[in-house]
């Protein structure tokens, strides 16, 4: 057998989906406006591929109110659906204030479109509870702070810092705080002044679930700490809407006991 026919072959397979074929909208490099999100262009309409998942990709930019997206099928395993998003906002360099989102599900016909119909104008709605999150940990006219928390979650004094950074992870059930000062000295992968907010969730087989809030703080004294982190992941959880995924009950409270899953 020749290696391009072997190749054909092998491709082919690989994308077939026989039984488990789902129609899902195919239209990419789609632009739309905050004023009006789902208003798809007239070729998007009825322009369908067979594939076993539906996939959406998204990005938000919240400063020039614009959306792009490309939604596809493709040929692939998953569990019935997986998220993926992402918000952050860069406070002291206000050239970026974005959600970008990644859906892949084999939930019903075009799911990844419905999600999106379904989520989008939450996402859109919800930008004041962006500002409020944004409003509790950063004030432009605070210098430094003297006293951060560490990961221990105990007081530390800071040699000039500009802010406290504080993080919530978790990651399959198991959660993790950090937090530091920030000063000039601190080298860091992280903006100066920010906060993100992570989800990363799915079913089984792809049930990695990843969670986090990161944040650089200088609103007060030890504006990191454990207590302070748990506030602002209730107040990013009201950001995202749980109930547009399509988890069972018991999937459901698993998410509130541990009140974050996206942080939002
Ligand atoms: C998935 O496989 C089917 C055949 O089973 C094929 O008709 C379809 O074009 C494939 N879809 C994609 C997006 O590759
Ligand atoms: C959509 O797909 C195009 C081409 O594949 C790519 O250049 C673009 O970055 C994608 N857009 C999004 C929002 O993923
Ligand atoms: C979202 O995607 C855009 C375009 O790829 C990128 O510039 C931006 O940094 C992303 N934002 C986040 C929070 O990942
Ligand atoms: C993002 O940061 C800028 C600069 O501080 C601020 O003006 C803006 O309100 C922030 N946006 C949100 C949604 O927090
Ligand atoms: C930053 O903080 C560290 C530890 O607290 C300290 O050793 C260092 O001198 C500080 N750097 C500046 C520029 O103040
Ligand atoms: C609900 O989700 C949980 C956790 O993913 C799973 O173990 C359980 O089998 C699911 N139940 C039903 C009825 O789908």
């Known amino acids: 057998m020749d290696a391009k026919w072997t190749f054909t072959l092998l491709y082919s397979i690989s994308s077939l989906c026989f039984a488990t074929c789902l129609m899902c909208t195919k239209c990419t490099n789609i632009a739309l406006l905050f004023d009006n999100p789902v208003e ?12 076993n998942v539906c996939q959406l990709v998204f990005h938000m930019n919240y400063l020039t109110k614009q959306i792009h997206l490309n939604l596809t099928g493709a040929n692939n395993t998953i569990g019935n659906y997986h998220i993926d998003l992402l918000v952050e906002n860069k406070s002291d360099e206000p050239k970026i204030m974005n959600a970008n989102a990644t ?10 479109k419905v999600f999106y119909k379904l989520t989008i104008q939450t996402l859109i709605k919800n930008e004041p509870i962006l500002k409020e999150l944004q409003a509790a940990l950063y004030d432009p006219t605070v210098v430094n702070v003297q006293q951060c928390s560490n990961k221990q979650n105990q007081p530390v004094t800071c040699q000039n810092g500009y802010g406290c950074h504080g993080v919530e992870i978790i990651e399959n059930g198991e959660t993790d705080f950090e937090g530091e000062c920030r000063n000039a000295s601190t080298i860091t992968i992280f903006p100066r002044q920010y906060f993100r907010i992570t989800l990363v969730q799915g079913d089984p087989p792809l049930s990695s679930d990843w969670n986090h809030l990161g944040f650089t703080c200088n609103k007060n004294n030890l504006c990191n700490s454990q207590q302070e982190i748990k506030k602002m ?12 995924i399509g988890l069972n009950a018991s999937t459901k409270k698993f998410v509130n006991n541990n009140y974050l899953l996206l942080f939002p």
């Open 40 to 51: 798809f262009p007239l070729t998007c309409e009825a322009n369908f591929v067979e594939a």
């Open 103 to 112: 859906y892949i599900c084999k939930t019903v016909t075009d799911c990844a």
């Open 233 to 244: 992941v209730i107040l990013a959880n009201d950001f995202y809407p749980w109930e547009f």
